[in-house]
């Protein structure tokens, strides 16, 4: 699978600490680099067959539909699409206007992720979204009308300006709009962003971990009885619509990424990254570079890699596969540990596969993180 990073962004979000830039100055120039690294980098995939092709960033509707189909076009050059290709681009309500989703429409892109966050005049405000409430419904149904059906919206709980009362109503709207995917993470106050700087001078409060883990486990109850399954501690899919771009990740599969910071990794033991500097990235690559570093990940990296992308998913870690790939040593910390665990409650094991219990979920990073091997 190929993730393009489309590193432009019409404003700052106020939680957000990704890689972008809001002056567009550079947009064709970047365009030109990415294609250029495209080329560059072919060889690098070992099944030149994608089963995916994802727009993130940064925010990929700035583009217009040429520059799209234009990437998409560079990309078929070296590679082909598998028959039930998933071709994913995130996209802002604010950009999904009648005339983009009619063109976009016509493109070889089947699947939206709609940074929705919230429904709430008072959430976006507070999150500095470009969008309005009444955009964040609108865009979804506008892109129902062209034919979008496969479609994933992001939402954020958790935020001071909200509670559960307007949360429970979110996840309302959003069941009403019959969305088949959704990403939701909890709001955190990142380094260098505004809201740190709001809570650092005390104009928000903090947002409170105790109202996450009620908005989370509400959310989790009231999906599940509206069909969906919750796939991953984020994700949510009615049948038939999960991320096949985020499910390769999650299984370790091998995927080359392009753009200023994009991460690639090649399904054992390499991974790469591009430097998050929009201008270093266009000069390097118009002089044929490539803007990245590479690390060869040692089997500790390895482990606690596995161990953190497979406990937040139903499908856990396999331990025949872990017993298989790591040594002894790594082993022996391993399963004393998971036995204290599972006597606790917090792990389990079924049909081999090492899970944290669902209601335990909202604890799975620091689940995980007490199974690494330092
Ligand atoms: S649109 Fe997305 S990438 Fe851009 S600032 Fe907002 S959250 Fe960050």
């Known amino acids: 699978m190929i993730y393009l990073h489309i590193p432009f962004c019409k404003q700052k979000c106020s939680y957000c600490n990704f890689h972008f830039s809001t002056s567009l100055q550079f947009k064709d120039e970047m365009i030109s680099a990415m294609k250029k690294e495209i080329f560059l980098r072919k060889e690098e995939l070992q099944n030149n067959s994608l089963k995916s092709l994802y727009f993130g960033g940064g925010t990929p509707s700035i583009l217009t539909t040429d520059e ?87 939402l954020i709980y958790g935020s001071p300006s909200s509670n559960l009362e307007i949360w429970k109503e979110n996840l309302n709207k959003t069941i009403a709009l019959e969305i088949p995917h959704i990403s939701s993470y909890a709001l955190t106050v990142e380094p260098k962003t505004a809201l740190e700087n709001w809570v650092s001078k005390g104009k928000i409060s903090t947002p409170k971990e105790e109202d996450q883990n009620l908005e989370f486990y509400y959310m989790t109850d009231f999906l599940k009885d509206h069909g969906f399954e919750h796939y991953e501690v984020s994700n949510f899919a009615k049948s038939g619509f999960h991320s096949r771009h985020n499910s390769a990740y999650w299984k370790y599969k091998e995927y080359l990424g392009i753009g200023p910071s994009a991460h690639s990794y090649n399904g054992t033991d390499v991974r790469s990254w591009n430097v998050a500097n929009n201008q270093q990235y266009i000069k390097q690559l118009n002089s044929n570079i490539l803007a990245k570093e590479t690390e060869i990940l040692s089997e500790q990296d390895q482990f606690n890699e596995m161990i953190m992308i497979g406990l937040r998913t139903i499908w856990g870690v396999d331990l025949e596969n872990l017993n298989q790939k790591f040594s002894e040593n790594i082993l022996n910390y391993f399963n ?39």
């Open 68 to 154: 799209i189909h234009s990437l998409i076009d560079e990309v078929l050059k070296y590679f082909s699409f598998e028959k039930d290709v998933e071709i994913t681009l995130e996209a802002n309500p604010d950009d999904l206007n009648r005339t983009f989703l009619k063109d976009l429409s016509k493109s070889p892109v089947n699947r939206l992720s709609i940074g929705t966050q919230s429904f709430f005049e008072e959430d976006l405000k507070l999150m500095n979204r470009a969008h309005n409430a009444s955009e964040a419904e609108s865009s979804i149904k506008r892109a129902q009308d062209f034919g979008f059906d496969n479609l994933s919206i992001d």
């Open 336 to 374: 004393k540990e998971i036995q204290n665990k599972i006597e606790e409650g917090i792990l389990e094991i079924e049909n081999n596969h090492l899970k944290i219990p669902e209601k335990h979920w909202f604890m799975a990073d620091g689940i995980a993180a007490d199974l690494f091997q330092v």
